[in-house]
């Protein structure tokens, strides 16, 4: 199989979860229990819930499915042993954004968007490379796969619509290690 994450350092997954499926995940959450956690060296701070072995997202990104993925689109081996899975969910709320930064370690990041606001309500995903900044437009259930040790990568603030005025953005992330 072959994603094309070699090219551009990212591959998006449209569809990745179905509505209800994302829908059913990010109730789920509710009941975890987040920390503040800073983004970077920058005073950005966002709540994050690391996810434990046992947890049906852990579980679910450690499943032989979705690490057999990450190994072909890596074009790795798949004799090629996953060393180590790192899970965790943010949220973000009004003000709260991802600052840009180059992950210190793993080989790929499978991002998955349990909750996105519509647009206007900013959130989205952005991308860095040699030709600038490029937007990463995730709906609900929609994923991306990208080497986060290699593309800069932030997100732009939430920010507060008449219609909207209390916009929650929430991923799944799953950093492997191989
Ligand atoms: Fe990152």
Redesign the pocket.
Known sequence: MRLGIEGRGLVVLPGFLSRDEAARLELATTCRSFERTYGSIESAKFDVSNLEPGDELHDFFQSELLVSTVRAALSLPESAPLQRLWGWISRYKVGEY?PA???PGGSA?LLISLHHPPPENGGTLLVEDESGQHPVILETGDAVLFL?TKLM?SSQVLVPTRGRPEPLKLVAVGRYYF
């Open positions: 991802l930064h180059k992950d990041n986060a990568h």
